[in-house]
């Protein structure tokens, strides 16, 4: 059996109706958090509660006093439990606008999700073969103040996502408006040439990744140059290594683009790194 927390009581996940949702079904009218958990412990909440709670204030969705991140934090501590999750997990939370109406809703009071499911892997780890990748050029997404979030309508995404199966590649990159990369279906994207890392900066339109600023912060710490910078297509044939983070994945580093072969040196010590951040984050948990 499955349980969900649902707008803060856990319960079934096939008692929720279509109904109950109404608005993030028919509308998109919401947001979402994924959230990685490690020896039963969610990482990097207090990063991606930031993200949710600015996301809702853009969305304007209006947040009762009592709906804090520690109110959350412990709802997904008790799910966690509930579902038996003994290591990995992956959890996803979910805020929408309640009520009904049609595009103009009747209320902006805030309804929420959270689900949970178990992942074999318990820690970060790196792919073993390198990913293939191209670009997709049949949708772009254009830079606006909701591009940083993961918001419910996400149909640029799929479409994506169905065009690197349909081609064969793990997976494809996302243009903005101007025609540079930006991010991949389910990743920001870095770019290494001669030891110095590069990144779209978040006014190009991508995803303001939890695990974007968690890598930044690790080559930094590790005597890495990084730099946010336009990432035009052929930027990628003059990179060394081309990585794809995640908070679910981790980092994963591109094998093939186009003709070209890339190394994956670099992504093996930022995952290394990151593992030892995960040990040092879960240290500070125990002590606080």
Request: aromatic letters at 10%; charged letters at 25%; glycine letters at 6%.
């Amino acid at each position: 059996m499955s349980f969900v927390c649902f707008n803060g009581e856990i319960i079934n996940k096939d008692e929720i109706s279509i109904d109950d949702i109404n608005r993030c079904f028919n509308f998109g009218d919401g947001l979402f958090e994924t959230i990685r958990i490690a020896d039963t412990k969610p990482l990097f909440l207090d990063a991606h509660f930031k993200r949710f709670f600015k996301g809702l204030a853009q969305l304007k969705i209006d947040v009762p006093e009592d709906f804090t991140p520690d109110f959350l934090e412990q709802k997904i501590v008790e799910l966690i439990t509930c579902n038996q999750i003994s290591a990995g997990g992956r959890l996803k939370l979910v805020g929408f606008r309640k009520g009904s109406g049609a595009y103009r809703p009747e209320t902006n009071s805030i309804g929420f999700l959270i689900e949970v499911f178990p992942l074999e892997n318990n820690h970060y780890s790196t792919n073993k073969k390198g990913l293939s990748i191209s670009l997709f050029n049949d949708l772009y997404k254009t830079p606006n103040k909701l591009s940083i979030f993961k918001t419910s309508n996400a149909i640029t995404y799929v479409l994506a996502s169905i065009y690197a199966k349909e081609k064969n590649f793990d997976d494809v990159l996302i243009l903005n408006d101007k025609g540079n990369v930006i991010e991949s279906t389910n990743s920001n994207i870095f770019i290494s040439s001669n030891g110095v890392l590069y990144t779209p900066p978040l006014s190009e339109g991508c995803v303001a990744g939890v695990m974007r600023m968690k890598l930044i912060n690790l080559a930094i710490a590790n005597g890495m140059l990084v730099y946010e910078n336009k990432m035009p297509p052929q930027h990628l044939m003059a990179a060394d290594e081309i990585l794809l983070t995640n908070t679910i994945q981790g980092i994963r580093w591109i094998g093939k683009y186009t003709e070209k072969r890339y190394f994956n040196s670099l992504a093996k010590k930022l995952t290394d790194a990151l593992n030892d951040e995960v040990i040092n984050y879960q240290k500070d948990l125990m002590e606080s």
